[in-house]
């Protein structure tokens, strides 16, 4: 394409927002504008797709030089960006919390769960990417949830674990080398991770009288998320993967596998890899779901790019490792 469009990325330095950059300057129909960090600005940074960028402060950027940005603000700091770009008359994906479902959000903004919500993303003019975790829980259950096959007022209990880019790039002691290394541990228990407002908001939308229990591990490892989720059903499903390949047919970035998924099969690619085994052993029809992602791309820059694509009437897989 002789005509590329502009876009830009507020946030850059991060894990996703370096991801992001390393995307877009690989992308056949985009070209990067200008990626922002007032902490680096002036400075170069290799991109892990290769590459580098080189960073400017936020305030000296026009953002009306691209048709659309992404925000990989800070949640908290994001909303007032992705108001002024809009104002500008800009597009704008926001890798945040501030906008998504069970966050305050702002009505008529669709939360970018894109194999749900593709026709919403299509024609707008901003759009909440979810959080990694709930794209890989959310889009575990889907079928489950469209199809009322959960068992009336049953507790849905969602064990996951993540690679350490995933807490992003802010320095912490927990995080040093010597904290994670050769070591496995919980955080956010006693279902208070800040994930858990858009898993129970979709899960409302959607008409679920469930509960969600979620607990989230560490991973001494870089990347990826891989879920386990344990549902009651209302009554045994006769054909287990059928239910989630009948929901999912044709859809380029879900892989639908007999068998259980792995990260390093995930990893740098924008999919979502998933199983179902049925439960032996207890007295309500019981099922586990298994779900891995990239939680930088399907769970984070892979999945916004997905949404830019479609908000700038682009194809929908244009520039994705799939």
Known sequence: MVHKIPVGVLG????????LCGLIQRHPALTLAYATANSQRGETAQLPLGGTVTFRATDDVRLADAQLVFSALPHGASAEWVARARAEGVKVVDLSADLRIGNGASAGIPYGLTELRRTQVRGADCVANPGCYPTS???????????????PGATIDITAASGVSG????????????EVTENYRPYGVGNTHRHLNEMRALAGELGAD????????????????????????????????????????????????????????????????????????????????????????????GQALQNANLMLGLGETMGLPS
Do not use: C
């Open 167 to 178: 807490a992003g790039l802010s320095p912490r002691l927990d995080l040093l080398f010597g």
């Open 137 to 151: 829980a959310l889009l575990a259950l889907l079928p489950l949830l469209e199809q009322e096959l959960i068992a």
């Open 12 to 19: 850059a330095s991060g894990y996703a927002g370096r991801e």
């Open 210 to 301: 469930v509960d969600l229990l979620f607990t989230p591990h560490l991973l001494p490892i870089a990347r990826g998320i891989l879920s386990t989720i344990t549902v009651p059903l209302k009554a045994p499903l006769p054909d287990l993967l059928g239910t989630w390949r009948a929901r999912y047919d044709g859809e380029r970035f879900i892989e639908v596998i007999d068998d259980l998924p792995e990260l390093r099969h995930v990893t740098h690619r924008n999919v979502v890899r998933l199983t179902v085994r049925p439960v032996a052993g207890v007295r309500t029809p019981t099922i586990q779901v298994f779900s891995a992602i990239d939680n930088l791309m399907k769970g984070a820059a």
